[in-house]
C-alpha cells in the first residue's frame, strides 16, 4: 500500500469560504480536532494576510505536537518572514509559497513574463530554505497553465530546495482524466520528481475536485489538500473525508492509504459545520444526515437481511454512534467529566464547574443529555470570551396568533449596566431582534438566518446561525439553547461581539503599524 499524506487546508483555504470567520478558540478547537483525526499537516493560516491570522497559526504551531503545521505565503520575503515567525516553534515548520503559473493569471494578475515568474519562484524557494526544513511550492492555476513551461519550473524550484510540489486546480477546470495526465507528465519530464513529494490540491466548481484528486492519485501524486466537509473558496475544495473514505473501501483498486483515525471523521465534520456555520447538506456522502439512512421499502429489507446488500461503508467506521453514551440529571460531576474528557475536550476545573451547572439546568428540562448536547454546550461555553462586550441578561418574547409579536430584552454592555428595550415585529424572531437592534443603537442588519436541532426529539437543544453587517462589515454568529428564541438572541449578540472583536484588533493593527 502507498501511504497518501493528508494535507489540511480547512483553516485556510476553508476559512475563505464566504461569511466564514473563525477565531482564535475556535481554529485552535479545530486545529485539535485535525490533530486526532490524524491528518499529516495542518494549513493553519496566512500569517501575513492580518494579525489575528498571525496569532492562531503561531498559536496552532505551539500547541500541536503530532503533525506538521504549515502556513501560505506569497513569494515575497516578507511574507516568509511572518510565516517563520508564526511556524518556528512547530513540531515540523513548513513553508507553503506559491505563484501563479498560467498565462492569463500572469499576465493580468501579477502583469510578469513567463521568465520573471520563474527567477521570483526560485528567490522565494532559496529564501525559505534559509529558515524551513520544509517547504512546498505551488504552481497557482497550474491546470491552466502550459505543460512544458510548467514542467520548467518546477524543475527549478526544485533545484533550488523545493521539498513538495504542489500542483492545484484553482479554479476547479480540470477533469479527472487530464488531471492525472498533468502528473503523469511531469513524473516524464521533471529532472529529479522523484526526490520530491507531488500534491494535489483540487476546487470543485464542477463538482470533480473529489475525482481529480484520486485521479491524481492513480497517477502518482503522494499527497491530497482539501478540507472538512469540503468548504472552501466558491464551490469549496476536495472533501477529505471523501478520499480518505474512497481510498478505505476501495483499497483492492487504489492500493493506497492514509493515516487518518477513519473514527474521527463525523465528530470532525460536526465541529466544522458547528464553529463555521456552514450547515452539511443531508445528502453529502460520509457526513452526511442521510449518508446511512435506508428509506425505500425494499432497501430496508435488504439491509435488515444482510447489512451489506445496500451499505457499502458502516456507519461505526466514520464515527457515527448509534448508541452515544448519555448522561441525565442523576449523573455526577465525575461521570460528567470522565464524558467531557472522552470527547477530547481539554477544558480548566473553572470551566467543567460553570458546564456543569448549565448540564443540570439542562437536565432538568431534557431526559436524555447525548454527546451531540454535551459538545454543543462545551462550544457555547467557549464562546463566552467575549466578556467585554455585550451580555444577554434575559429575553421575554409574547406571541399568539392574533397579536403583534412583542418583545423585551435586557443586555449588559461591556461597563455592566443594563439595558432594556421593547418592540414589535410581523414574528416572534423579527420583534426579537428589533428589541435587540434598539438596545444595542446600531443599525445591523441581519443577513442570513438559519437554525437546526441538535440531535432529535422534541425537547432537543436549538443551534441558531446568523450573518450580520454593520457598517459595510460582516460576522456570523451562533448561539445554542432549549429555546428557538433564545438561541436567535445569543447568535445576534454573538455576531455583533465579534464584529467588535475584528474591528478592534484591526484598529490594534493599524495603530502598530504606524
Ligand atoms: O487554489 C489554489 O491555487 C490555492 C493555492 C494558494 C495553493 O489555494
Ligand atoms: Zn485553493
Not at 520544509?134 to 491546470?143: F, G, L, M, Y
Not at 472533501?239 to 483498486?253: C, G, N, Q, S
Not at 445554542?480 to 493593527?509: P, W
Request: with cysteine.
Amino acid at each position: 500500500m502507498r501511504k497518501i499524506n493528508i494535507f489540511d487546508t480547512t483553516l485556510r483555504d476553508g476559512e475563505q469560504s464566504a461569511g466564514v470567520n473563525l477565531n482564535l478558540h475556535e481554529k485552535l478547537e479545530i486545529a485539535r480536532q485535525l490533530e486526532r483525526l490524524g491528518v499529516d499537516i495542518i494549513e493553519a493560516g496566512f500569517p501575513a494576510a492580518s494579525k489575528g491570522d498571525f496569532q492562531a497559526v503561531q498559536a496552532i504551531a505551539q500547541t500541536v505536537r503530532n503533525c506538521s503545521v504549515t502556513g501560505l505565503s506569497r513569494s515575497v520575503q516578507s511574507d516568509i518572514d511572518a510565516a517563520w515567525e508564526a511556524l518556528k516553534d512547530g513540531a515540523e515548520p513548513r513553508l507553503h509559497v506559491f505563484i501563479a503559473t498560467s498565462p492569463i493569471h500572469m499576465q493580468y494578475k501579477l502583469r510578469m513574463t513567463p521568465e520573471q515568474v520563474i527567477e521570483t519562484a526560485v528567490e522565494s524557494v532559496r529564501y525559505a530554505k534559509k529558515y524551513f526544513p520544509i517547504v512546498q511550492w505551488s504552481a497557482e492555476d497550474a491546470c491552466r497553465s502550459d505543460l512544458p513551461f510548467l514542467a520548467t519550473i518546477i524543475e527549478r524550484v526544485i533545484e533550488a530546495g523545493a521539498n513538495v510540489i504542489n500542483i492545484p486546480d484553482t479554479v476547479g477546470y480540470i477533469t479527472p482524466k487530464q488531471y492525472g495526465d498533468i502528473f503523469s507528465f511531469l513524473k516524464k519530464n521533471v529532472r529529479n520528481i522523484e526526490k520530491i513529494n507531488l500534491s494535489a490540491h483540487c476546487h470543485d466548481d464542477l463538482g470533480m475536485a473529489v475525482a481529480n484528486s484520486l485521479a491524481a492519485i492513480e497517477a502518482g501524486a503522494t499527497q491530497i489538500e482539501g478540507t472538512i466537509n469540503g468548504i472552501g473558496e466558491r464551490a469549496g475544495n476536495a472533501a477529505i473525508e471523501e478520499v480518505a473514505v474512497a481510498l478505505y473501501i476501495r483499497k483492492d483498486y487504489y492500493q493506497a492509504e492514509t493515516g487518518l483515525n477513519l473514527q474521527e471523521i463525523k465528530r470532525t465534520s460536526n465541529l466544522v459545520s458547528k464553529l463555521t456555520g456552514m450547515i452539511v447538506p443531508p445528502n453529502k456522502a460520509i457526513v452526511g444526515k442521510n449518508a446511512f439512512a435506508h428509506e425505500s421499502g425494499i432497501h430496508q429489507d435488504g439491509v435488515l437481511k444482510e447489512k451489506t446488500t445496500y451499505e457499502i461503508i458502516s456507519p461505526q467506521l466514520v464515527g457515527v454512534q448509534s448508541n452515544s453514551m448519555v448522561l441525565g440529571k442523576h449523573s455526577g460531576r465525575h461521570a460528567f467529566r470522565t464524558r467531557i474528557q472522552e470527547l477530547g475536550y481539554a477544558l480548566t476545573e473553572e470551566e467543567v464547574n460553570r458546564l456543569f451547572v448549565r448540564f443540570k439546568d439542562l437536565a432538568d428540562k431534557k431526559k436524555d443529555i447525548t454527546d451531540d448536547d454535551l459538545i454543543a454546550l462545551i462550544l457555547d461555553e467557549k464562546l463566552d470570551t467575549y466578556k467585554n462586550f455585550y451580555q444577554l441578561c434575559s429575553i421575554q418574547v409574547q406571541y399568539g396568533t392574533n397579536q403583534i409579536p412583542t418583545a423585551v430584552v435586557v443586555l449588559k454592555d461591556g461597563e455592566g449596566n443594563d439595558i432594556q428595550e421593547a418592540a414589535t415585529g410581523a414574528g416572534s424572531v423579527e420583534a426579537l431582534y428589533n428589541a435587540l437592534e434598539k438596545a444595542l443603537q446600531l443599525p445591523v442588519t441581519l443577513l442570513d438566518y438559519r437554525i437546526e436541532s441538535v440531535g432529535s426529539g422534541r425537547d432537543a437543544l436549538a443551534q441558531v446561525y446568523v450573518k450580520v453587517s454593520l457598517d459595510g462589515k460582516e460576522a456570523s454568529g451562533r448561539g445554542t439553547a432549549q429555546d428557538v428564541l433564545e438561541a436567535s438572541a445569543k447568535a445576534y449578540i454573538h455576531a455583533v461581539n465579534r464584529m467588535f472583536v475584528i474591528e478592534k484588533m484591526k484598529e490594534e493593527q493599524a495603530l502598530a503599524a504606524q
